[in-house]
C-alpha cells in the first residue's frame, strides 16, 4: 500500500514544493551600459505598475548621461485604460523609482518631463560619501510592494496622516468611521462587480495571469499566485485546478467579488490621490508623488493596496469626485492598514535587456 501511494504522490511532491518557494531571478546585465548602472536600473524596476504589466522602455545615451523614458504600447492594458491613465500613472512611479535609485547610488539627476516621454540627465555626485549607497532607501524600494491581504483596521497614527497631507500635496484620507469611506465602498464595488463579469475584461486580466511558475519564470510579469497573496497549500490548488479559461467563467467573477470585499473592507481608510488634470504632466507627477507616499507607508509598516475600478470607469469616477466636492482629477484610491507581518516584494520582474537599450551619439 505504501508503494502504491507513493507512486501516487512522487509526481505531485515536486510541484507542491515549488509551490512553496519560487525564487524570481532578475537578469540585470545589458549590453554596453556603463558599470555600475545595471543595480540603479534593477532597483527602479521595483516599482508598482498596472497588473504588473511593466510598460515601459528604456534608452540610455552614456554619451548625453541621459535616460529616456516611455511606454510600450505593445504592453498596454488597452480596455480597462484606453486612455492610458493608469500607464502614465505607472510610468511616473517608475521614474520617480529611477531618480531615487540614481540618488541612493550617489548619482545627481536631473528630470524633463516632455509631450511623450520622460528624460533623466545623470551625474555623478561630487560629495566624498557617493561610493557608500543610502541603504535606507534601497531597503525601502526593496520591501515595498502591493499587499491583497486583509488588513487590520485599527486607527492610522494621526502623526502620519499629518506628515502626509504636509510633504504629498493632493491627497486625502477616508478614516473607515466615516460616511465617505462607506460610500468609496460601495461605489467600488458596484464598479467592481461591473468589471468582473464583464468578457473583454476579464479575457485583458485572464492574459497577465500567470498560473504556473513555469509561465511565471518565462514571462517575469504579470499576476502570479504569490503577488495575489497566495502562497503555500493555497498556492499549490489554485494552480493545479485554475488557468486561463478559469478567469472567463462566471464562477471566477463571483470568487473575485468575494475577495474584493473583503479587501475592501478590512482596512483602516483610503487614501485618495489628486491632480489637477489628465495631462501627460500631471499624470507622470501623480505617479512620481504615488511612489513617494508607498515608500513613506513603507516605512512605517503601513500596508498598500489601490483600488482602481471606480477610475477605470468615467461614471464611477465621476461620482466620487463629486462626492469629494472637488474639481481636480481623481487619479488613485490606495486601502492602507497594518498588518502583523509587513510581507515581502515578490521581485517579479523583468530582465533588464528585455527593454533597456543603450545607444551612443557617435
Keep these: 500500500m505504501f508503494a502504491t501511494l507513493k507512486r501516487l504522490l512522487f509526481p505531485v511532491i515536486p510541484v507542491f514544493i515549488s509551490a512553496c518557494s519560487l525564487e524570481v531571478n532578475t537578469n540585470k546585465d545589458v549590453p554596453n551600459l556603463e558599470k555600475g548602472l545595471s543595480e540603479v536600473f534593477y532597483m527602479a524596476s521595483l516599482a508598482p505598475s498596472a497588473h504588473n504589466t511593466q510598460m515601459y522602455k528604456v534608452t540610455v545615451n552614456p554619451d548625453l548621461k541621459k535616460v529616456q523614458i516611455s511606454l ?30 540614481y540618488l541612493a547610488y550617489g548619482y545627481k539627476t536631473e528630470t524633463d518631463v516632455n509631450k511623450d516621454y520622460v528624460a533623466i540627465y ?15 532607501l534601497l531597503t525601502l524600494m526593496l520591501k515595498r510592494h502591493t499587499d491583497k491581504r486583509d488588513f487590520k483596521t485599527d486607527k492610522i497614527a494621526p502623526n502620519v496622516l499629518n506628515e502626509i497631507s504636509l510633504t504629498i500635496k493632493n491627497t486625502e484620507y477616508l478614516a473607515r468611521q466615516s460616511h465617505n469611506f462607506t460610500f468609496f465602498k460601495d461605489t467600488f464595488m458596484k464598479a467592481f462587480k461591473q468589471q468582473s463579469f464583464d468578457k473583454a475584461t476579464a479575457k485583458e486580466l485572464s492574459n497577465w495571469m500567470r498560473f504556473s511558475d513555469k509561465e511565471t519564470l518565462t514571462h517575469k510579469d504579470g499576476l502570479s499566485a ?5 502562497t503555500g497549500v493555497k498556492k499549490f490548488f489554485y494552480y493545479t485546478f485554475m488557468d486561463h479559461d478559469s478567469v472567463l467563467k462566471d464562477s471566477f467573477a463571483t470568487k473575485s467579488l468575494e475577495i474584493a470585499k473583503a479587501q475592501a473592507n478590512n482596512c483602516a481608510g483610503y487614501l485618495t490621490l489628486k491632480s489637477k488634470s489628465d495631462s501627460f504632466y500631471d499624470l507622470i507627477n501623480t505617479g512620481k508623488s504615488l511612489y513617494d507616499l ?20 468615467p461614471a464611477y469616477r465621476a461620482l466620487l469626485s463629486d462626492k469629494l466636492h472637488t474639481k481636480d482629477k481623481l487619479q488613485m484610491i490606495l486601502r492602507i492598514g497594518y498588518v502583523d507581518d509587513y510581507g515581502k516584494n515578490n521581485k517579479l520582474r523583468r530582465d533588464l535587456k528585455d527593454y533597456i537599450q543603450v545607444e551612443s551619439s557617435h
Design 226 to 230: 504569490e503577488l495575489l497573496g497566495i
Design 122 to 136: 545623470y551625474s555623478q555626485s561630487e560629495s566624498a560619501d557617493i561610493k557608500v549607497p543610502d541603504n535606507k
Design 294 to 313: 508607498m515608500l513613506y507607508l513603507t516605512d512605517k509598516d503601513i500596508a498598500i493596496q489601490p483600488l482602481s475600478a471606480p477610475l477605470e470607469d
Design 72 to 101: 510600450d504600447n505593445s504592453r498596454l492594458l488597452k480596455v480597462t485604460d484606453p486612455l492610458k491613465r493608469e500607464s502614465l500613472i505607472s510610468l511616473g512611479a517608475y521614474v520617480r523609482a529611477l531618480e531615487l535609485a
